[in-house]
């Protein structure tokens, strides 16, 4: 039996610093083991010094299995990790998007010896109780010098899954005090461009809204007041959402800072909805726009139209809400001239943010698919997946009616608008001053900023900063 575990979370590059907070999926699989008795150890080497840290957690807590998480950005670096893992002669398992995605090859390129698809709390618990393999749920293993897989198998009573706890994370290392919540899993959707499917499944199941609730006191009473929720599809059940916000009030919970970060679905988000978050206290979300282009919307299965979108947005701000849109920069049927309706779109309201994302393909969806089939791609998938940092204007495929020039044109289009947003955005919030144009300026001048990433780049200025931002938010609870 396994009875020690060590989790790893792999670097990201991020010119922004350190995390805002803790990782959400290796919670939930820490808390499922520390209730069956299985004790846990994480090294988050986002926060730095990962190999350092690794070292003296194998040397101190001694662990009989170790996991590591990964993501298709970066998946290389958590492959590292694996094999220096694998040095101290101690089983390795993998899980997380990328092994979802990729499945058995992400155990034969990253040399580990087990994986896991999907969602993997019970089947964890029970390779660590070590039953036979070829009964957990999920599970990539080898045998016979073969790769096997075990057909995954979804959780449909997620309130049975025990919410995490984060007792083996650094929290006062990240760069807020806020706690990150999952209350659904699975998207019944068709997005041809997103992969949240071959990771969560389609069918939709949730937690109920006093399961929920027992999460937000929890933490509550610890002295958190900042939430993100997380999920893909929030407010799918209505009713759920609405009886979670009222349990809120009874509780007396009036200085929360809640936000719903992935976004909402545009054609769930009813005005009488979304005043009541904005009352419950809720203060930012996101729609996902995509394209504001009705035809691309159709070839991407949106299943939303921009009448829709368009509405939801008005009675977000209206009711009070900050709002950020998301767009994607390329889409199948997308041209220059079509990428502008886009940039109208966003110009047209008060937002806080317009984020224009590079469309990047993700093996195991319809739009990956599509960009192979055709030959469109630039860079291939394993290239642009591990330094996907550096491409934030590089286009990694073309079409016949979007060339890489006119893609790189959009996607600095999309950056400099979303600058004039954010400016406009805290004018407006400082009072739309002489003042405040200034501060406004300085903040989001590009010549500043590139200055300011720079010397963020040397490493006792980052450690600098990321010790100022900590004290900052301790002292204003931020």
């Keep these: 039996m396994y009875k ?62 170790a996991g590591v998480t990964m993501m298709s950005y970066y998946h290389n670096l958590a492959y590292e990790i694996v094999r220096y893992l694998k040095q101290s002669n101690i089983p390795v ?12 090859q992400a155990l034969i390129d990253s040399g580990a010896d087990f994986g896991f698809m999907m969602e993997s709390e019970i089947s964890l618990v029970k390779l660590c109780r070590q039953r036979p393999l070829n009964d957990i749920p999920g599970l990539l293993y ?33 760069t807020r005090r806020r706690i990150p919540i999952i209350t659904s899993r699975g998207c019944p959707c068709q997005c041809t461009f997103c992969p949240i499917v071959t990771v969560m499944g389609r069918k939709y199941r949730l ?76 203060k930012a979300t996101a729609f996902g726009v995509e394209s504001a282009d009705p035809e691309v919307l159709k070839k991407v299965k949106k299943g939303e139209s921009i009448e829709q979108i368009e509405n939801a947005v008005k009675n977000a ?23 502008r309706k886009s940039i109208d779109f966003a110009r047209r309201y008060p937002v806080t943010t317009a984020t224009f994302y590079n469309l990047v393909p993700f093996p195991g969806t319809e739009l990956f698919d599509w960009v192979k089939n055709n030959n469109y791609f630039l860079i291939q998938p394993r290239d642009y997946l591990n330094t ?21 044109s959009a996607l600095e289009a999309g950056a400099k608008l979303n600058i004039q947003l954010k400016r406009r955005d805290m004018e407006r919030k400082l009072g739309n001053t002489v003042l405040s144009k200034m501060v406004s300026w300085m903040v989001y001048e590009s010549f500043f900023n590139k200055i300011i990433f720079a010397m963020l780049e040397l490493k006792p200025l980052k450690q600098a900063m990321n010790f100022i931002l900590l004290k900052l938010r301790i002292r204003f609870n931020l």
């Design 4 to 65: 020690r575990v060590l989790f790893c979370i792999p670097p990201f590059p991020n010119r922004y610093g350190l995390p805002t907070h803790p990782h959400t999926g290796i919670g939930y699989l820490c808390e499922s083991l520390n209730q069956q008795g299985i004790e846990t150890a994480v090294v988050d080497f986002r926060l730095g010094d990962g190999y350092r840290k690794l070292k003296a957690a194998l040397d101190k807590f001694k662990p009989d299995l």
């Design 93 to 104: 398992a993998i899980g997380g998007p990328h092994v979802s995605t990729v499945r058995e």
């Design 142 to 174: 080898r045998k016979n010098g073969q790769v096997l897989l075990n057909q995954p198998q979804l959780i449909e009573e997620l309130n049975e899954v025990p919410y995490p706890r984060y007792r083996d994370f650094e929290l006062n290392s990240y």
């Design 207 to 282: 937690r109920s809204a006093r399961n929920v609730f027992a999460e937000i006191e929890y933490w509550y009473k610890k002295g958190y007041r900042d939430f993100d929720f997380q999920d893909d599809n929030f407010i799918v059940d209505r009713k759920r959402v609405f009886e979670l916000c009222d349990m809120i009030k009874q509780a007396g919970f009036n200085d929360l800072f809640v936000q719903c970060g992935n976004g909402l679905r545009a054609d769930l988000a009813t005005r009488e909805l979304l005043l009541k978050l904005k009352e419950t206290g809720f």
């Design 317 to 339: 701000l209206e009711v009070g809400l900050e709002v950020s849109l998301f767009f994607i920069v390329g889409l199948p049927g997308e041209t220059a001239i079509s990428f």
């Design 388 to 408: 996907i940092a550096h491409l934030e204007f590089v286009p990694v495929f073309e079409t016949p009616d979007f060339s890489q020039s006119e893609r790189k």
